[in-house]
């Protein structure tokens, strides 16, 4: 294609446009921060090869990492969920409950997974048709997902948090064994791996969801709707389903999530995934991805899911250093990457 | 010859406001029509009633002799009408080949196919003479004029026999004007596309204009090929003849 009236484009160095640039440098300044750390205090090998030690860090960042896949999608799309962290306590608490009124646990499994799914389709659907922001109606579920949860069980079984434990143990007698089903979702103790099942769906999820959004059409569509909606709709993009279904996606990790908590600690808890929204919402800014959407990504988000992990469980392991100044850290590094990822977005922008 | 597209008797009223009222032109391939008004002389009504946002209340729509009613974009859009917008329907923080394909993605299998995307962008771009190096660059990276002619060769390449441009060197500079009137001079020279050119620059009009269509309150002041009008012509008819003659004279006083 050499023709002297062509003009030239020029070429952008690709590396400086991916959103989770700044993530890889913070990841990296937050291992070899912590490292030093726990040598100054003869910590490094409790946190860094000590098994236990490993758990404790990479079980968070699982945790956090898969409500950040869906913060981060969202995001990307232009949209928020504050309902995130209140929907894994209600996802707990519906299976907790039909478990105690005699449902098997996989068709409990099922029924919570739709229960969640309807209710990222109401959150979805009051977003696109009323317009209003959704930082306000995922606010709104915030309150009422938690205390609808709590609500339901104590009118029904008068307790609010329910042990499942008999529902989930073998029969004495034989016949179908549930652990063989309890191995399905958290199967993890079954197979004697070392870590929760969290950390496999974690990285499972993270490989579906970062082929999905750069690699299909969906993923397309999801930088159209955060970016430019009306230039998508021109161009028959459908972004309110789209919009739709990944509060769809969003409730439905939380009831992953939600399910998972109640099996491995064999009970259901008002406060389960308290504040964890907020956490995955900063792993996602850490992570590059751009507050008013239409940028960034989902390896940004599990890299911001990581920092968060290391410095969060970190901190415990270097005595010196008050809890509390984790907090102010934490603060600082969301605030310290929003800046460093606005001025590399800016630099694509103008090239 | 028959004209690619033509308009007979077409009104547009919104109320007891006309908006258009009897407007009758054609567009012929290889030709670009020039579509001259003032703010408020009912040029974006008409691309509307083109480009199936609106339904014209009284006349016909003809492309290729044949009658047409649209009720969707989606169905002008079939029917070969490529309307490039003023703010272009572009995304710019997606890499040039997203934008080309938005909407109308290639999958290969389940996936998209990234290579053969990027690979026809580059083509089409550079038939109208922009040569992107690299399709997988954000679109923010190219010039407000590159940004036009990736618009306009996006609705070529998505099978558009009428393109219609909305004022489209209005939002840039001198220099990407000139850019942009290149760009659709290439398009005028493939000889299969009628293109309607939207503008209130008789400048830029008069430079790639065949013919001429004047707008003025929702109807059609005058209308001819390029040897009935000369630039003094032009610029009467674009600043409304008679009251032009009366500011002058206010002026003079």
């Known amino acids: 294609m050499e023709d002297e009236r062509l003009r030239k484009v020029s070429s952008l160095q690709s590396f400086i446009s991916r959103p989770e640039l700044g993530s890889v440098f913070g990841l990296a300044i937050i291992v070899v921060t912590f490292m030093t750390l726990t040598s100054i205090s003869g910590t490094f090998s409790a946190m860094w090869t000590n098994p236990i030690g490993i758990q404790a860090w990479v079980e968070l960042a699982a945790f956090v990492g898969i409500l950040a896949i869906g913060a981060s999608l969202l995001m990307i799309a232009g949209e928020f969920d504050l309902s995130m962290g209140a929907n894994i306590a209600l996802a707990g ?183 964890r929204e907020l956490h995955a919402i900063a792993a996602a800014v850490i992570g590059g991805c751009a507050l008013m959407g239409g940028y960034g990504s989902v390896i940004g988000a599990v890299l911001g899911a990581l920092i968060f992990a290391i410095a969060s469980r970190g901190i415990n392991f270097v005595p010196f250093i008050d809890n509390n100044l984790f907090r102010v850290m934490l603060g600082m590094m969301v605030l310290g990457a929003a800046l460093l990822n606005q001025f590399l977005r800016n630099r694509v922008l103008r090239g | 010859m028959t004209a690619t597209i033509q308009l007979r008797g077409v009104s547009k009223f919104f109320g007891n406001i006309i908006a258009l009222k009897d407007i009758s032109f054609e567009a012929h391939k290889g030709e670009v029509t020039a579509l001259l008004g003032d703010n408020g002389a009912g040029k974006s009504t008409l691309i509307k009633c083109l480009s199936g946002v609106h339904v014209p209340d009284e006349g016909e729509i003809i492309i290729e002799g044949k009658p047409v009613k649209f009720s969707s974009p989606r169905q002008a859009a079939a029917a070969g009408i490529g309307t490039v917008y003023q703010d272009l329907a572009l995304q710019p923080l997606m890499s040039v080949s997203r934008n080309f394909f938005l909407g109308r993605e290639i999958n290969k299998g389940f996936f998209l196919d990234l290579d053969r995307m990027s690979k026809i962008t580059r083509q089409e771009m550079a038939k109208l003479g922009i040569d992107v190096a690299d399709p997988n660059q954000p679109i923010g990276t190219l010039s407000g004029g590159q940004r036009q002619t990736l618009a306009i060769s996006r609705a070529i390449y998505f099978g558009a026999k009428v393109l219609i441009l909305d004022e489209p060197t209005s939002a840039l500079g001198q220099k990407q004007q000139l850019e942009v009137l290149r760009t659709i001079n290439e398009v005028r020279n493939r000889k299969d596309i009628a293109i309607i050119f939207i503008t209130h620059n008789d400048l830029h009009a008069r430079l790639i204009g065949d013919r001429f269509t004047f707008l003025n309150r929702g109807r059609i002041l005058a209308d001819g090929g390029r040897s009935d009008m000369n630039t003094e012509n032009l610029r009467s008819l674009m600043a409304g003849g008679a009251e032009l003659a009366e500011l002058e004279a206010e002026l003079k006083n």
Not at chain 1, 104 to 109: D, E, F, L, M, Y
Not at chain 1, 169 to 184: R, S, V, Y
Not at chain 1, 212 to 220: I, K
Not at chain 1, 248 to 267: D, E, K
Request: aromatic share 14%; proline share 5%.
């Open chain 1, 93 to 275: 608490h519906s299976f907790a409950l039909l478990l105690t009124f005699g449902v098997p646990v996989v068709p409990a499994i099922l029924i919570t997974f739709i229960e969640l799914a309807i209710l990222g389709f109401i959150m979805g659907t009051i977003v696109v048709r009323t317009g209003l922001p959704s930082f306000i109606v995922t606010l709104g579920f915030w309150f009422a997902s938690r205390g609808f949860a709590v609500f339901l069980s104590q009118t029904l079984v008068n307790q609010s948090r329910l042990s499942v434990k008999p529902y989930l143990k073998p029969p004495a007698g034989g016949g179908e064994d549930p652990t063989l089903i309890d191995n399905i979702f958290a199967f993890d103790k079954a197979f004697g791996l070392p870590f929760d099942a969290e950390v496999y769906y974690f990285v499972i999820l993270v490989i579906i969801t970062a082929f999905m959004l750069h690699r299909t059409r969906y993923g397309n569509w999801i930088y159209a709707a955060g970016g430019d909606a009306q230039a998508a709709r021109a161009v028959g993009v459908p972004v309110n389903r789209v919009k739709i279904s990944l509060f769809m996606i969003s409730t439905c990790l939380a009831c992953l999530l939600g399910v998972l908590t109640v099996m491995t600690s064999g009970a259901s808890d008002p406060k389960a995934g308290d504040f």
